[in-house]
């Protein structure tokens, strides 16, 4: 036919579409939150370009996603009235370029069951192949005369051709899923419903169902409102977590739930998430955050970074009465106003995390474990908030399995301890075995016990908690003499000074340019020696992870 070719998906796409196809999935209902997803980012989109240009809208302001089922057909179709796709953005994002996700996904699937992780990768057009034999989309553009059509069944290739306008939605894009004899479900009212309550039910785009055929019968699934705006206390937890599913594109439940509206100087509604699931890209260097900027009800970008980096884990909408509908690119990078508000919800996701550590702390040591190593970098780069992170971070340490917090350090030093000791390294378990703590044990001091690789570089520049500076057991330090030996443990026999100085003399010798002194220490109480970095010099472990990025 006229114009029409076939082309040859990506290697990994292929590789995922054929997973799609011959996986068994213990959730298959995710496709369907996927394709309402896009259509409903499709909308919102398209709502956002149409402040500039409002004649691309036409005679259609009302933006909505239709869901028609046909049973005997054994189809299902997700249409909306948004943005839409012209022919190079059907090549490229349905097939031909793969996404960064898509290796990530791939990885994290071998052999498991990874219905769970196709929302965060960025992957879940294709989970329509879970469901259909075949797929086509047809899409035109808001204010195109052009309308085109891809088609496929999933192996391999897919086929790509123009269509007549009249074949076509009047803007916009649909999918018509011919469902698998297995599938056959989701083209009854009843599944659709289920499926669209539990997962879509407050996409901000209303969605209505068509049962059977033209005019049979409409009904409305979703009121396409926005939840964020809602009262605290007219939303239930199971519409949160719904609506986190939406914006985070997981599967998996919202760990904490910040809901409010600030007044006074800037006007904006916050509905923000802490996950339980770390996203696939939580170490990424790009360090992204993902929330979503809107500006009354109109969504803007998610692009806009409002939260420091050490929050990238935080998913959600923030919603501003004051900032002009028209934000540029430039005026969303050095914007006071977005400044101040992300100043404001800063201070408050830090304060509800450190209530939650008060009042349920089993929840919140959860969240610690989960993304404690990312909370940790703004030790070292948000110079402001490091005293409220201080207040929530968690370590372990000498003193038992569970978290301490700063606070509990220092309730319980030790008679003529002023400093908080720490040890850097790879894993607890190393730390534990190293000799360096031994004369720490001895005398019962707590040693904090670090092993994220972010540990090294805000010990560097913290300025000490509650009056007491941060000290690395790898360093000298001059008052563990005069701590005393913790109860039940011996003191040592002291060994002439005549002895010691000869045979520190020796190895002084022996070791030569290598070590700048040779010391007898405190320190050490079953090992003979230990090496440690000099008062003011660098940790040891600092020095490692150093050395290994200069390589
Ligand atoms: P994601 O939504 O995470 O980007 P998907 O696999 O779901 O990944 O979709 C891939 C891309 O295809 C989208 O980013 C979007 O550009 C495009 N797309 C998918 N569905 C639609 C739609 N209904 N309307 C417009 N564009 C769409
Ligand atoms: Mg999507």
């Excluded at 398209?46 to 933006?63: E, N, T």
């Excluded at 290796?103 to 879940?124: E, P, R, W």
């Excluded at 040592?492 to 000074?497: P, Y």
Aim: hydrophobic share 40%; with cysteine.
């Amino acid at each position: 036919d006229q114009g029409g070719e076939t082309l040859r998906f990506e290697a990994e796409v292929a590789k995922l579409l054929s997973l799609m196809v011959h996986s068994v999935y213990s959730n298959r209902d995710v496709f369907l939150r996927e394709l309402i997803s896009n259509a409903a980012d499709a909308c919102e989109k398209l709502r956002m370009k149409s402040l500039q240009q409002p004649d691309l809208l036409g005679d259609d302001p009302d933006f909505k996603i239709v869901l028609s089922a046909d049973k005997d057909g054994g189809t299902l179709s997700i249409a909306d009235n948004g943005i839409g796709m012209d022919r190079t953005e059907l090549v490229e994002n349905l097939g031909t370029i793969a996404r960064s996700g898509t290796k990530a996904f791939l990885d994290g699937m071998t052999g498991g069951d990874g219905s769970a992780l196709i929302g965060q990768f960025g992957v879940g057009f294709y989970s329509a192949f879970m469901v259909a034999s075949s797929v086509e989309v047809v899409s035109r553009p808001a204010g195109s005369d052009e309308a085109w059509r891809w088609w496929s069944d999933g192996a391999g290739t897919f086929q790509l051709e123009p269509v007549p306008l009249e074949e076509a939605p009047a803007r916009g894009t649909r999918v018509l899923l011919t469902l698998t004899d297995e599938a056959k479900t989701y083209a009854e009212q009843a599944t659709i419903e289920r499926v669209v309550a539990e997962y879509s039910a407050h996409v901000p785009v209303p969605i209505v169902l068509r049962i059977g055929g033209d005019g049979v019968g409409e009904k409305s699934l979703a009121d396409g409102s926005a939840l964020w705006r809602k009262a605290k206390s007219a939303v239930e937890t199971s519409e949160y977590n719904e609506f986190y599913g939406h914006v985070s594109g997981q599967y998996d439940e919202p760990a904490v739930t910040i809901h409010y509206k600030a007044e006074g100087r800037h006007e904006y509604s916050v509905l923000l998430f802490v996950p339980s699931m770390k996203p696939f890209d939580l170490f990424d260097p790009e360090r992204r955050g993902r929330v979503k900027l809107y500006v009354r009800r109109v969504y803007i970008t998610d692009e806009a970074d409002i939260l420091p980096g050490w929050l990238r884990f935080v998913r959600g909408v923030i919603d501003s009465e004051d900032l002009p509908l028209n934000l540029s690119r430039e005026m969303l990078q050095k914007n006071p106003i977005l400044d101040a508000i992300g100043k404001g919800v800063t201070n408050r996701i830090l304060s509800d995390l450190d209530k939650l550590a008060e009042k349920e702390a089993e929840t919140f040591e959860k969240v610690w474990e989960a993304f404690g190593a990312v909370i940790k970098e703004g030790l070292y780069e948000d110079a402001e908030r490091r005293d409220g992170i201080y207040k929530i971070a968690r370590f372990r340490s000498t003193k038992g399995d569970g978290w301490r917090s700063l606070a509990d350090y220092v309730a319980d030093l030790r008679p003529n301890q002023t400093a908080i000791y720490y040890a850097l390294g790879d894993d607890l378990d190393a730390i534990k075995a190293s000799p360096q703590l031994e004369g720490f044990a001895r005398r019962g001091i707590e040693v904090l016990l670090l092993a994220d690789p972010v540990d090294a570089f805000w010990v560097r520049t913290a300025l000490g908690f509650d009056g007491k500076p941060f000290q690395s057991v790898t360093q000298g330090s001059a008052e563990l003499d005069t701590i005393p030996v913790a109860e039940g443990e011996a003191e040592t026999d002291a060994a002439s000074e005549s002895a010691i100085g000869t045979l520190a003399a020796l190895f002084q010798q022996a070791l030569g340019e290598r070590v700048s002194a040779v010391r007898a220490s405190s320190r050490l109480t079953t090992s003979p020696v230990c090496l440690v970095a000099g008062a003011g010099g660098p940790d040891r472990q600092l020095e490692k992870i150093l050395s290994a990025q200069n390589q």
